[in-house]
């Protein structure tokens, strides 16, 4: 019996997907379980075979194929790929297989068409990552297909001071006072985040870069995707078992009032199923020190803010390079 | 100080009561150094470094190590005890040791044991299957048979680590289910940490029967392994490992960060040493230590001096080698495809996974025999369990993988309801999106009925991330007493029920067991609010006994929610209390509680 999921594919399916229908935080994915979000997300992935992956949703394509533990997902993305033609690059080669290594011993066959379909007829997720791998040629020239999005943000110094943060031993500050007057890496993660290379990384790392950081330079500081759940206790215990040396340079907070604002302000690509977030992207910025003029930021701006870039996730792979 | 592992079902009652307390402090709500050993031993990469390999053994040497040395730093005279599950165990399952399976594979404990208020993952209370009682003999290899395995007189250390299937991926499985039978939620049971034990010290005896300490050796380890995380020189992840591909680039603690320990018996040592050691340490680290220990009849079971030692050895060498010569021939591929007959005996299906070369076969067997619907219900109940057992090889496994979880996928429909029951227990246990909406749509009612309620809950309860919630917070309001204990537990992992789990503990006019469970799911989603209302429910005297001690002893070793109390004025007030009662259970609480707050581990 076809499933709320299935009619709400079906319906989005009917028009070419772009990459903006990709954001974990778009409005069709709001409220969906885990299973359904990747569902869903598979069989958007999966469009881009006959279709074509428009520009906006390559890195996207390629982030799900670098970190993805969802069998349907990775599917998806194999499918996708297939669309480059086979000349795309040993950069795709290397994602490629680095996905099927990862669920090798987590196979399930992927159905997408509901209904009971024989074993037969269909693909594990393994299978098409391995199947898209057979279509590529091999010693294929390198194509920087998987840039991260890049963005530049501003931050209204008011509306920061309206985000009040609990940091991870209860203490209560507000966004504003933790970003003024320093430069700081920001990333967000939460607790309960099930996927190893996603945020239990990104603070590992974050924490690394923390360590390796001179005194009197860049703060480090991430905050909670799930504050409800995140507990200041929490935090604490999440940031001691990777190593973070908590300080006033290097923070793990939650704001308890003012989440909506800040997920708007950053427009972060989180999504929320029935109790916690079903999907989201890794996501990194580096805010400025200090306001920076109208002028500097962007049309439309009148007052001086804070400016915020977003980062490859990766940049923090080397901590030593990412403390410079 | 020298610790001896001992054999679980022969501690003293003392040995034993310090050992659970230990274990119940270090699991306290399931977060810290424990969570870290829950999720190195998940599925997905950390799988492939702990059974994808020759490194299954010297892996879970160091995992067992580690835990034994947080053990230690709680109460410095606990040594980890083995689950002999080769012979029947009356003394270990039993409610005052590891709990005895009761309705919805609930394990039921005493009211003063520490386990009762065990937190697996995000839930409270232990899911163990009706498979192993106290008299049970489980049907594994016995302890000859495994160490006949690498051959015997000469024995080879690619043949012993066979054993990975069968004792260990059986004994696994003896359970039947819950979370012990799959290798992704295994340590959320804590017997799980005795079978390793016991997994251990077959190695360790192997060693030491067959003198195969020496790594240079070829035939102490898998020369031939080639897999990364696997070859003698590897590091071993997450202790040491590198955090980089192809191992995982992740680990629990952020990688050797938490950890204090190395991989060598001692006390602790110096990080420097612990990021310098490579497995073949492991190996060379695991001599049997052989107690002097008088026999009435004037045999030596044990040794009187070291040329008694050597002698011993090869006369056990000798008896190994009997039993070697004595095993039953593997089933090659054809005899293998003529067994799936009608007449089809247990035997025949117990020989199947006995050898190396003959386990794709029966694997491929076993699952033909899994989707015959007109095989017998017990042969089918048979080969899912043996798959289970495969599934703990999780790299040979692979290629077979999808199509399992397919097979199970038809079986969580099948008209008999074992096999139903079975299918979505193990399909729920891997998270598996088919098995969860199964359940969602019976519970729901928009399709027939597949499992009773309570167990629809039960199984969809272990989602971590807790999809089903709304549907949970309806049933502890209106479903029937099963269900809404279930569906109670269930709310462990949702945020949005900290009051409601609150309201419900404290509430008088409820039952005390509801209300207890109330209490423990609140303790694993809440530890700080879990503190204040276990706090006031230990005061008044006006509540039940025993909920009351529930209360205090799971305050007693759950450091983060204790540290939320000021505990100099509970204390003074438990004092108060102790003059004024008379129940036992709560004397015996009041006393742990001291005794535990006295003895918190250094930071």
Redesign the interface.
């Known amino acids: ?1 076809p ?1 709320d999921v299935d009619a709400l594919i079906s319906e989005l399916l009917a028009q070419p997907v772009t990459g903006e229908q990709l954001r974990q935080d778009a409005p069709h994915a709001a409220g969906l ?3 359904d979000a ?2 869903m997300r598979a069989h958007l992935l999966a469009s881009f075979e006959t279709r074509g992956i428009p520009d906006d949703a390559l890195h996207v394509v390629a982030e799900e194929l670098r970190t993805s ?1 969802s069998p ?1 997902v990775l599917a998806g993305a194999a499918r996708a790929v297939r669309s480059l033609g086979p000349d795309v690059g040993a950069e795709w080669d290397g994602l490629l297989r ?1 996905a099927a ?9 992927v ?1 997408w068409h509901p209904g009971a379909v024989s ?1 037969g007829w269909m693909r ?3 299978g098409e990552l391995l199947a898209t791998l057979q279509e590529l040629r091999p010693a294929a020239s390198a194509a920087a297909t998987t840039a991260c999005e890049a963005s530049v943000l501003s931050l209204a110094p008011d509306a920061l001071d309206r985000v009040r943060l609990e940091d991870q031993d209860g203490a209560v500050t507000t966004l504003a006072d933790v970003l003024t007057g320093r430069e700081t890496v920001l990333a967000f993660f939460y607790t ?1 985040c ?1 996927n ?2 996603r945020c ?2 990104t ?2 790392r974050l ?2 870069a923390a360590r390796a950081a001179e005194d009197g330079g860049r703060a480090h500081l991430a905050m909670t995707y799930d504050p ?2 995140d ?1 200041p ?2 935090l604490r ?1 999440y940031g ?4 973070f040396p908590f300080g006033e340079r290097a923070r793990l907070v939650r704001t308890t009032d003012a989440w909506a604002d800040v997920r708007a302000m950053f427009g972060l690509r989180v999504g929320y ?6 999907e989201h992207a890794r996501e990194l910025f580096l805010v400025g020190p200090g306001l920076v003029g109208p002028g500097l930021v962007g049309p439309g701006l009148v007052a001086p803010c804070l400016v915020a870039r977003g980062l490859d996730p990766d940049w923090l792979a080397d901590p030593v390079a990412a403390a410079r | 100080m020298v610790r001896i592992r001992k054999n679980a079902n022969a501690l003293t009652t003392a040995e034993r009561n310090r050992f659970l307390r230990a274990l119940a402090t270090l699991n306290g709500s399931a977060s810290g150094r424990f969570r870290d050993f829950r999720d190195m031993h998940v599925a997905g990469a950390p799988d492939r470094e702990a059974h994808g390999g020759a490194g299954f053994l010297p892996w879970h040497r160091i995992y067992l190590l580690d835990l034994e040395r947080e053990l230690q730093r709680i109460d410095s005279d606990v040594a980890l005890p083995y689950w002999r599950f080769d012979e029947a165990a009356p003394n270990l399952f039993t409610r005052r040791f590891m709990g005895v399976p009761g309705p919805q594979d609930r394990v039921q404990f005493t009211s003063t044991n520490p386990l009762r208020g065990w937190v697996a993952g995000n839930l409270p209370g232990v899911e163990r299957g009706p498979g192993v009682g106290p008299q049970t003999l489980p049907l594994v290899r016995t302890e000859q048979q495994t160490l006949a395995l690498g051959g015997a007189p000469a024995a080879d250390f690619t043949g012993f680590a066979v054993m990975q299937g069968n004792p260990h991926g059986r004994a696994h499985m003896s359970h039947i289910s819950g979370v012990i039978t799959d290798p992704g939620t295994a340590p959320q049971d804590p017997l799980f940490f005795l079978l390793h034990c016991n997994v251990d010290r077959l190695w360790a005896k192997w060693q030491w029967a067959f003198r195969r300490h020496d790594p240079a050796a070829a035939r102490s380890f898998a020369t031939g392994s080639t897999r990364a995380g696997h070859r003698i020189g590897d590091r071993l992840w997450p202790w040491s490992g590198p955090l980089a591909a192809p191992r995982p680039t992740t680990a629990p603690g952020g990688g050797a960060h938490g950890i204090a320990h190395d991989g060598c018996p001692g006390r602790e040592s110096a990080r420097a040493r612990h990021d310098r050691l490579p497995r073949h340490e492991l190996i060379r680290s695991s001599r049997v230590r052989v107690r002097r220990r008088p026999v009435p009849d004037g045999r030596c079971d044990a040794m009187t001096d070291e040329t008694d030692i050597e002698e011993l050895r090869k006369a056990y060498v000798a008896e190994l080698a009997e039993v070697r010569r004595a095993r039953p021939r593997p089933l090659t591929a054809r005899r293998a495809a003529e067994a799936l007959t009608p007449e089809l005996t247990e035997a025949k299906l117990e020989a199947m996974l006995l050898d190396a070369d003959t386990f794709d076969t029966a694997v491929r067997l076993l699952l033909d025999l899994l989707a015959d619907e007109t095989a017998a219900v017990e042969h089918r109940l048979t080969a899912l369990e043996r798959l289970g057992g495969a599934a703990f090889q999780p790299m040979r496994f692979a290629p077979f993988r999808a199509e399992f979880v397919e097979r199970l996928r038809e079986l969580a429909v099948s008209h008999d309801k074992q096999l139903r029951y079975l299918a979505l227990d193990r399909l729920t246990l891997d998270d598996d999106e088919v098995g969860k909406r199964l359940l969602r749509e019976s519970l729901e009612g928009t399709r027939a009925q597949l499992v009773p309620p309570a167990t629809a809950t039960r199984f969809l309860a272990r989602d971590e991330h807790g999809d089903a919630a709304p549907l949970f917070r309806e049933l502890a309001r209106t479903g029937s007493a099963r269900v809404r204990e279930e569906a109670l537990r269930a709310l462990a992992a949702d945020p949005e029920s900290v009051e409601l789990l609150a309201t419900i503990s404290t509430d008088k006019a409820e039952r005390p067991k509801v209300r207890e469970l109330a209490a423990m799911s609140l303790k694993a989603n809440s530890p700080e609010r879990f503190a204040h209302v276990a706090h006031d429910l230990v005061l008044d005297e006006e509540e039940d006994d025993k909920l009351r001690s529930a209360a205090l002893s799971a305050l007693a070793f759950t450091s983060e929610a204790a540290d939320a109390l000021d505990n100099e004025a509970f204390q003074a007030d438990l004092d108060h209390m102790k003059d004024g009662t008379t129940s036992r259970t709560l004397l015996t609480s009041i006393d742990r509680f001291a005794k535990t707050r006295g003895q918190k581990p250094p930071e």
Request: charge should be positive.
């Open positions: 019996m499933s379980s885990t299973a990747e569902r533990v349907a680095d290594d990862r669920i090798s011993t987590a196979d399930v066959f159905r074993p594990t997720a393994r309960r099930m190893p290379a239990s990384l603070i590992t924490a690394a409800a759940y507990s206790a929490r215990r001691a078992e990777r190593g199923g029935p109790t916690t977030i079903n």
